[in-house]
């Protein structure tokens, strides 16, 4: 449906971990992915530039390229392509970047051959980050309930939240936790990608900074980057909702 007369699915990852500014105390979290340039951006570039390099060696190639931006089942995919597994956490999990990967494909109309081997999943008997998971999105022999993954809560949920809505810590938008924990996530490489750069201008905001913060500053820190997608208001209703639960727990 995507592609007419597609043959083959090229499954692909792009690495992104990057050291962090030191998180300060006052601060609110976002996901390490998530204050930079927007991925979808910076990986389509790449993907037309893999698909011009397919078609200058193989000639007429038809193909499209994706990244988070079609009903493609990107992490199953990717491990029938054998570049990880699908861990505990619901992430793709490869054996170099751990999970701190975006996927993308590139669907053509010619046949190739897949060239790796299987992977085994690896997890094993480990559950840390089924146990670190402060709502409970997370079970141990389950799939994902995103609908109280902090991620799904921050992100794409529209409405305010009930008073039945569990802490996030200090998550404002996305959550690491999962990932965090991870022994395969310990010790990954550091992206080469230029434009997954951190910029501590966009990670080491305050609350205060963020409940004062204008469209039009907004605009200036965040364009370009996936969390102006989800715009200021839904952030401003996050860090709200974190002040309540925070002040819940001291009222017991």
Known sequence: MLLEEAKTIISLTAPYYQNQPQHDPGTRRISRYAPRDDYYEVLRKRGLELLHYIQDAFGPVKGRFFTDSAPILEKAWAERACLGWIGRNGCLITPRF????????????????????????RCGTCTRCVDACPTGALQKN???????????????????????????????????????????????????????????????????????????????????????????????????HIFKTEEDQQNG
């Open 98 to 121: 751990g999970s701190w990967v975006f996927l993308a494909e590139l669907i053509v109309d010619i046949e190739l051959e897949s060239d790796l081997p299987p992977m085994p999943n």
């Open 142 to 240: 389950g799939p994902l309930r995103a609908t109280r993954c902090i991620s799904y809560l921050t992100i794409e949920h529209k409405s305010d939240f009930d008073t039945e809505t569990r802490p996030w810590n200090d998550w404002i938008f996305g959550c690491d936790i999962c990932q965090e924990v991870c022994p395969w996530n310990s010790h990954p490489p550091i992206s080469t990608i230029p434009e997954f750069m951190p910029n501590a201008n966009r990670t080491n905001l305050s609350a205060s900074e963020f409940l004062s913060m204008t469209p039009e500053r907004f605009d200036e820190i965040f364009t370009g980057t996936p969390l102006k997608r989800t715009g200021l208001n839904r952030l401003k209703r996050n860090l709200k």
